[in-house]
């Protein structure tokens, strides 16, 4: 089977190197263009750290002001490291995730560490295996304001701050379960996590954890855990809240994704379904970013890992609902204004985030070619995975006469951005230069910038800011 899968793998991979460019950066009347970028971290943060760390993915970011603080606040990030062991391409290590913070008062480089698992006595079934999401939020229990990070790992744990300050970190809570807190909304005065495990594709029909969790800052509870009655919701991606209620995307890899709302005026009404199988087609499996602008929650989707495999790219949707739960498609089938699927790059399998800043939405993209187009060049990868010698990422490497970047010149991840949500244009569609860089993981508007994270497995992280003054 595993010989069968790959050999569908590469012929999926030929065929992309066929599809050559689709979109280029477009004039607009305003906003931000690939040019107002310049780039405040590379490759990790720094080279020492990088070499033992490898801090590939900019997993979680926000801003954050203490109370009573002399500063302005601080952009933090939170790491995701050594991803390409999780996808069988390396030896299996330890991982020491970070959350880390924007100094430029220091240099317009430097990136100062708050919180390094490293520095904790912790055991590797209780460390972090990352931190996927952060989330500013007042306790409604005492009042006071916090940063808390949703970590992954083989115990879920939330941790929190109520300065930001190295050595203030602390666990706030854990649960002896496999898998990451995935989102983070406050709804009511009350902060809503959404837990997915995210260690396995497809769980069993008897397993599914589709969970919800709220906090007031003392107090931990639950508040779903029955997948709304379907065992083929294998975990939530994203919540939200929206008009009163809070909305909940489901990963749903067989049927496709759907849209609930929940704990609305009367908390104990019953669940309602705004969308099942997908939206406007079933190979959206799951709800991956939710965001509300301008009196619309906007829905961005991750393509089917499987139907990519077996049937060739499906790019992803966006869509949005209006105040009376109309749904509308923005970017795909018969969309509002003619936007296709990943606005018409085949390899944009997610709708991966979503950020106003200035007057403008924007929406970056991950693009599956880079990943790919890796695996065609190093063939290790794919011999180790089938069985067939060790997986490793050394050696010659083949088809260096097919140039890839030279087929496929729209490599790395995209942003997109619009004043009204029907007229979009595209601001980058290559990684900001980088093709490596896959997708923009991350997005943040803090202190009149607006700061982009973007994910590189195989150099390391990078995050990038507008410049100050931005149109």
Known sequence: MRTVFFLKMLALIVILGGTGCLRSPEEAPGGLAEGDFVQVAQNGFDAADQAQDFNDYPWAMAFFKADGSADDGYVYVGTWNRVQQWKGFQDHKPVYPEIRRYRPDIGPTHWESVLDTRDLDLSEADRPHGFRIMKSYRNQSDGKLFLYAGGRGDTTSIWRSETGEPGSWTEFWKADREGSIRG??????????????DYEMVSKADSAESLIFATDGTDVWDVLDNAFG??????????????????????????????????????????????????PRWMNESVLTMQVWKDYLYIGTQASFFGRMIAGLHPADLMRIDAEDHLEVVAGPHSIGGEKSGFGEDGNAYMWSMCEHDGWFYVGTYDIVPGLSYMLTHPGYILGMMGIGKANTTGAKCLTAIDLIRLRPNKGGDLYK?????????????????PNSYGVRTMVSAQGRLFLGMSNPYEGLEVWASTLGDK
């Open 418 to 434: 619009t004043q009204d949500g029907v007229t979009w244009y595209c601001v980058m569609t290559d990684g900001m230069g980088n």
């Open 184 to 197: 983070m909304t406050i709804h009511k005065g009350l902060l809503y996590l959404s837990f997915y495990n």
């Open 230 to 279: 379907n065992k083929r919701n294998v975990g939530i991606f994203t919540i939200e809240s929206f008009n009163n209620w809070l909305y909940v995307g489901t990963h749903n890899p067989l049927q496709g994704a759907e849209l609930w709302k929940i704990e609305g005026p009367d908390p104990a009404a019953a669940p309602i379904q705004i969308m099942d199988r997908g939206g």
